[in-house]
């Protein structure tokens, strides 16, 4: 049984002239307990909508996206919140990371919406990410790579089945590239996390056994209008 399964799922939104637009028409997709998978797109194909989509960020207009044996689909937002801090870890682009918190405050405010904080484990984690000497510093006393490393931490923090990560070395040099996506790799063998990555990068491929064309995958044949 598959740990992730989509079936039939379809997003539309209103474009500039009001007419709906497919974003995401996709008939099957599955992902397997451990595996890691790399999804690649060009910029308006959609895998950022894809994402949060999994997440329950928002909602399906159609289709199943079946998690650990539940459909989010069927849930109410609430239920979907509570269903991503439960099961999923989410490495977004821009970080995402709270200015007015540490690094190891942000690390725990995403435990806060899961099982409940764990200093010890947050220290770890980032200790892990190599930030063991920044647990204090805020994000705006960090580098790019060292604000990747805390996103990296955090989605690590609620012991997610999957982690979700959206370019994730979009914004980073090769050489913090390469080295976020070997901490992301890893940590998610550690953690025993399946791990689907979204990146327009087709030079990631070769750090993958699963890699996924989103244009195959993607049914849909009309303009997105740039939406990522």
């Known amino acids: 049984m598959s740990l992730l399964s989509i079936k039939n799922l379809l997003k539309r939104y209103a474009s ?3 007419e709906m637009t497919e974003i995401v028409r996709i008939a099957s997709f599955q992902l397997s307990a451990g595996e890691q998978a790399l999804l690649r ?4 194909s959609g895998k950022s909508t894809l994402l949060n989509l999994i997440a329950g960020i928002v909602a399906a207009d159609e289709g199943e996206i079946v998690i650990d ?3 989010i689909c069927g849930l109410s937002e609430s239920g979907r919140d509570a269903r991503r801090a439960r099961s999923l870890g989410y490495v977004f682009q821009n970080f995402n990371l709270l200015d007015g918190y540490s690094c190891i405050e942000n690390v725990e405010l995403g435990m806060s919406f899961g099982s409940g904080v764990d200093r010890s484990l947050a220290r770890h984690l980032l200790e892990r990410v190599g930030l063991g000497n920044r647990l ?3 994000p705006d006393q960090l580098s ?4 990747q490393r805390v996103a990296i931490a ?3 923090a609620n012991h997610p089945k999957i982690v979700l990560a959206d370019e994730p070395t979009g914004n980073l040099d090769p050489s913090n590239a390469k080295t976020a996506l070997e901490l992301i790799q890893s940590l998610c063998r550690e953690n025993e996390a399946a791990l689907l990555l979204v990146s327009h990068d087709a030079s990631l491929a070769s750090s993958f056994e699963t890699v996924i064309d989103l244009e ?3 049914e849909t044949k009309h303009g997105t209008e740039a939406i990522s």
Not at 144 to 147: D, E, L, P
């Open 41 to 44: 797109g060009e910029s308006g």
């Open 144 to 147: 790019q790579g060292q604000k």
């Open 16 to 18: 500039a002239t009001g």
């Open 136 to 138: 204090d510093y805020r």
């Open 69 to 71: 044996g539940v459909d």
């Open 216 to 218: 195959e995958l993607n």
């Open 154 to 156: 955090r989605a690590l």
